[in-house]
Nanobody, 124 residues
């Protein structure tokens, strides 16, 4: 069952958005959840991830200090709080479940159950 990502929209540079990711009809399984994004004409890139064991979080350098990934207490929803948005953050954001070992946390092929994505557009 795919994950459902929501919360995208059109904002101005400097604004904030919070994205949500939840599985339909079940709780998250596997090892954690990650967010990736894909801008027009570019490859999909890692944004952030959270591991259930220990609650450790991981970020791309481009979003560190601006984005925060977190989970709801029952593991039913994962959030991506995005602050100080920049035009270069414009992309379709996807969430997926991480099934691999820790060293693959930034590798999209180690993820399953990709959702349909939610579009974030940041105007300058």
């Amino acid at each position: 069952v795919q994950l459902q990502a929501s919360g995208g929209g059109l904002v101005q540079a400097g604004d904030s958005l919070r994205l949500s990711c939840a599985p339909s009809g079940r709780t998250f399984s596997n090892n954690g959840v990650g967010w990736f994004r894909q801008a027009p004409g570019k490859e999909r890139e890692f944004v952030a991830a959270i591991r259930w064991s220990g609650g450790y979080t991981y970020y791309a350098d481009s979003v560190k200090g601006r984005f925060t990934i977190s989970r709801a207490g029952a593991k039913n929803t994962v959030y991506l709080q995005m602050n100080s948005l920049k035009p270069e953050d414009t992309a379709v954001y996807y969430c997926a479940e991480h099934r691999g070992i820790l060293s693959t946390i930034r590798v999209d092929t180690s993820y399953d159950y990709w959702g349909q994505g939610t579009l974030v557009t940041v105007s300058s």
